[in-house]
């Protein structure tokens, strides 16, 4: 089945550090893509996506490029804040609208 | 505008009891899913809602049922409470032919 890998946590870094977290996807058609964040407390909020190959997602510093021949989707960011801390989930969804969720990482940042 | 409401946001239930979880959509969504999040991992689909009748499910039991009324909202019944259903319960809403799922913050079910 469709389904969603992600690196484990937890992950902690010093503000300004550089973050990434590996995500790689299998399915059987071509799905887009997602990276939602879960601040502590909260619930799930879409952070970024993206629909077809080579297609880039981002927002709030954050990118993620969609990889078909790696079939990734790995996130980063150049700088974090300490308010970069939370849970975050990689997912996919194809034509059926469910979307299949990572174990998630979590991302403690010091300041 | 609201966005997605879920009620309660937390709940104690004994093993074998019977719960009701509701949630309202964000105004104009009219699909309502559930998912379920067990503690340190990602969320599981549970069933989707839409014109009231239950679209796709998930890898859940016939305990795990659900409702959707004319308005939208929609209700997460439980039967039969195991320990093992002890997580946090999300309720996403989207446009039928959309992709985009607005999440609500949850209700935290414990089962003692």
């Known amino acids: 089945g469709d389904s969603v890998t992600q690196m484990e946590g937890p992950v902690t870094l010093s503000e300004e550090a550089f973050l990434t977290i590996n995500c790689t996807y299998t399915?059987?058609?071509?799905?887009?893509l997602f990276w939602y964040v879960q601040y502590p407390g909260e619930g799930l909020q879409l952070l970024l996506k993206?629909?077809?190959?080579?297609d880039k997602g981002s927002n709030k510093g954050f990118e993620a490029t969609y990889r078909k021949e790696t079939t990734s989707f790995h996130l980063e960011k150049g700088s974090v804040q300490v308010s970069d801390s939370a849970v975050y989930f990689c997912?996919?969804?194809?034509?059926?609208?469910?979307?299949?969720f990572g174990a998630g990482t979590t991302v403690t940042v010091r300041a | 505008d609201a966005g997605v409401t879920q009620s309660p946001t937390h709940l104690i239930k004994t093993r074998g009891q019977q719960v009701t979880l509701r949630c309202s959509p964000k105004?104009?969504?009219?699909?309502v899913s559930w998912y379920q999040q067990a503690l340190g991992q990602g969320p599981q689909f549970i069933f989707q809602?839409?014109?009231?009748?239950?679209?796709q499910r998930g890898n859940f039991p016939d305990r795990f049922s659900g409702h959707q009324f004319p308005n939208y909202s929609s209700e997460l019944n439980v039967n039969a409470l195991l320990l093992g259903d002890s997580a946090l319960y999300l309720c996403?809403?989207?446009?039928?032919?959309?992709?985009?799922?607005?999440f609500g913050s949850g209700t935290q079910l414990s089962v003692l």
């Open positions: 996403a809403s989207s446009l039928v032919a959309g992709e985009k799922l607005f």
């Open positions: 399915a059987t058609g071509y799905p887009s």
């Open positions: 993206a629909t077809k190959a080579d």
């Open positions: 997912a996919l969804i194809l034509n059926d609208y469910k979307l299949s």
């Open positions: 105004s104009g969504h009219d699909t």
């Open positions: 809602y839409y014109e009231e009748e239950e679209r």
